[in-house]
Structure formats: structure tokens, C-alpha cells
């Protein structure tokens, strides 16, 4: 078990590394590829379900003919898996959409047309990915204040006490990362949102840096809107956004206006779905029902996606620990984020050196066949704050459970002899 005790382990092994590796084709290939916070691979599940709907059932939905009704049956399962994997207790639904870039746009869209001038705030957090910043500064052209939730650099946190601070009577939104791209600590969505809405605000909460390492809890935390991108959880290269069915109700969709205002995601969901994507998405949960040890064709529930995610937790913790001591060891480093491993981090990495530009490092790396990048991911603001050239940002390693250790010691192997000069 990667050389880590029994204890490391939140959940029971059910699966293997090596058989967690097989059943990602791409795995295979020269590079170690260690960025998958900018996007994760599909398991031969995913791949599989897409090839089998684009041969066997690629029709229009909602005809009547026996091929029309498959197709349609796996645009339903596809919205029942996003539901299930965001925790849905029935008091929300799902919008399916090609990115989590357009989804957030599209619902700041719609709160733009539903314009309180009684509540003009919406607050922002600058640790965000620009996906869900830009969108909502955008407002202010339109007599919105955005207001934004600072981050102190010397801990890298967005302070909780501050957004106490902050939230009023004015406050329609609040917007914030579970988990910044580049920081990789879990942010306590729960009290967040319950602060947001002591002041009677809503919560737009960005989970795709959390979505691919732990199980999404929507209905516990009570948040309003949650979105994550299925491209970085094992799936294709679509968005998931949850909300709930009184937010939902409140807004107006971009939809044509024959829809009515009652159709659930449907009103957000303009135009036609990528078809192909929402049968690799339900490949993704074969894919989830078999991590967590279920028969191949059960029906995947809530719990088998919970233990699916404890599994790779449990995959993913001594790689996150063995890179961290490394990391956190080094002098001529500058480790942003939490230095400790924990329940409370994930295995995003950014860091800067003391002398060499990111760039430099990164493209080093790239020439061993170690898939890192550098930059600002979007995260441009977050890196102002830090006090970086964006241009230049950080060197970023992301891990997910399917990474090895072999991987990793690769990896610290090729720094340790780049940065001492070898
Ligand atoms: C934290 C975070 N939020 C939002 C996005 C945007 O996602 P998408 O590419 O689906 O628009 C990304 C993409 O890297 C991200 O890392």
C-alpha cells in the first residue's frame, strides 16, 4: 500500500492502485501527467460509453421510435448522475452545460435581468478562478457593486471574519472557490454559506478544484448554486451546475420563450446538450460504482459515490504527503497554500523559487516528460495578490488518486537535480 500505514487511510482499499491505473488508456503514454487540476483523464468506462452511444443511438431526442427513447433515457441518467454525484436531496436540480465558464456567465446573466436595487452587492472572492469573478464584476456596468473579498497573503486565505464584515442587507450574492486552483485548501463552505445567508444573500460556489478529490455535499452544506466541470472529474469536457429549485425559481432562464419558467434546468439549458459528453458522463459513474466495489450494471447510489471518493482520497493521500515534506523542506522554495498534509487540503501544489522563473522550470520539466505547467490559471487576481507576475505565476503540480508513486518521485527527483544546479 504505497509504503503508508493502515491509518493514512480514511475509507477501506477496495481497488488497487495498478488497477486504478488500468483502467485509464492514457495512462500509458511517455509523460507523467501531473496537471490534472487543468483536466483529468476518462477511465476506458467513460470512453467506452461515449463510442457506444455515438455508434448505437445518435438520433434526435424525445421521438417516440425505440432508438430516440435510448438516447433520451441516457440524457435523463446523465442529469440523475450530476444530481447524485452534487448530493441532491431533491431540493435542487442540475443544468448541464459545456463549461463551467459559460454556466457561471450564463447564471450571472440571468441575476443581471433580475436586478434588485435593493441589493446590488454581490462579493467576490479574490482567491476565485476568473470563472467566477469576471462574471459577476462584469455587473457593475450594469449598476451592480461588486465588492471583493481580499485575500491575506501572509496565510493565502480569503478570512472568514472578513466576509462577516462584508455581507449586509445589500448583499445579493456571495461568490467564492471550495477550493482555489492553485492553493489547494478546502474552504468550509457550510459556514460560509451560512453567513451569506444570515444576511439573506445566495452563495455561487466554484467546486472544481474540489469536485475530483472528495464527495460533493450540496444538500448538507445548503448551498444555493454549485458547479464543477466534468472534464476534471473523470468525465468529458462539459460543466455541472446544481441549484436549488427556489433559486432556480426566482430567475428567468436564457431559454426560448415558449419554455416555461417552471422547466427546471431546462430554462438554463440553451441549446442542444453534447449528447456524446452526457454518455461518457454516465461512464463516469460505471466508473464510480466500480471504484467503490459494485457489481458491474448496479445501479449507482449516493453511498457508492461517497466511498468511491473516500477510495481516492485514500489513493491520493501519500502522494499528497510524500510531495509536501519534500516541498515544504526545501529553502529556496516559496510553497503557497496549506505546508501540512490533511483532510483539509488537496493535492494541488504551487510553488515559486527563489531564482529560477517558473517558466524555466516548468519547461525543464516538460523536456523530461513531466506534465506540469506554470502561470496564472486564471487565478490572475490570486496571483496579484500573492504579489507574482501572472505571466509568469507558479509552477503547479496537481495530483489525482490515479497518479503513482513512482510518478512522484520522478518528479522530485528531476527538481531536486534541476534546482541544485544538476
Ligand atoms: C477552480 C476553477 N474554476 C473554474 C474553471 C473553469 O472551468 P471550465 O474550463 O469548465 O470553464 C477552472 C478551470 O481550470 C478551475 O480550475
Known sequence: ??????????????????????????????????????????????????????????????????????????????????????????????????????LVAMLADCYRRAFDPRRPEVIVAESGHEANVGPWVRLEREGWKPVFWKLDPSNCLCPVE???????????????????????????????????????????????AYAPHRAIDAAAWNVDWYVFSTYKVYGPHMAAMYGTREAMSQLEGPNHYFIS??????????????????????????????????????????????????????????????????????????????????????????????SMSSRQIAQAANAAGLGIRFGHYYAHRLCKALGLDPEDGVVRVSLVHYNSPEEVQRLISFLHEYMSGG
Request: proline fraction near 5%.
Open 162 to 208: 472578513t466576509l462577516r464584515s462584508l455581507v449586509s442587507e445589500r448583499t445579493r450574492i456571495v461568490a467564492f472557490p471550495h477550493v482555489s486552483n492553485l492553493l489547494g485548501s478546502i474552504e468550509d463552505v457550510a459556514e460560509i454559506t451560512r453567513i451569506a445567508h444570515s444576511a439573506g444573500a445566495r452563495v455561487v460556489v466554484d467546486g472544481v
Open 261 to 354: 419558467r417552471d422547466e427546471g434546468p431546462y430554462k438554463f439549458e440553451l441549446g442542444g446538450l453534447l449528447h456524446e459528453g452526457c454518455a461518457a458522463w454516465v461512464g463516469t459513474g460505471a466508473y464510480l460504482g466500480w471504484l467503490a466495489g459494485r457489481e458491474t450494471d448496479a445501479a449507482l447510489d449516493r453511498s457508492a459515490v461517497i466511498e468511491a471518493f473516500e477510495q481516492m482520497t485514500a489513493l491520493e493521500e501519500p502522494l499528497q504527503r510524500t510531495l509536501l515534506e519534500w516541498l515544504a523542506a526545501r529553502q529556496d522554495i516559496t510553497l503557497f497554500g496549506p505546508a501540512a498534509s490533511s483532510p483539509l487540503r488537496v493535492p494541488t501544489f504551487s510553488f515559486v523559487h527563489k
Open 1 to 102: 500500500m504505497d509504503g503508508a500505514t493502515p491509518d493514512d487511510y480514511r475509507g477501506f482499499m477496495v481497488r488497487q492502485r495498478h488497477e486504478v491505473r488500468d483502467r485509464f488508456p492514457a495512462l500509458d503514454g511517455p509523460d507523467a501527467l501531473l496537471d490534472n487540476a487543468g483536466g483529468s483523464q476518462m477511465p476506458a468506462d467513460a470512453i467506452e460509453a461515449a463510442h457506444r452511444y455515438m455508434t448505437q443511438c445518435f438520433v434526435q431526442l424525445g421521438a417516440d421510435y425505440a432508438t430516440s427513447r435510448q438516447a433520451s433515457a441516457i440524457m435523463d441518467q446523465a442529469h440523475r448522475l450530476a444530481r447524485m454525484v452534487v448530493g441532491d436531496d431533491g431540493r435542487g436540480q442540475v443544468i448541464l452545460g459545456p463549461s463551467t465558464s459559460c
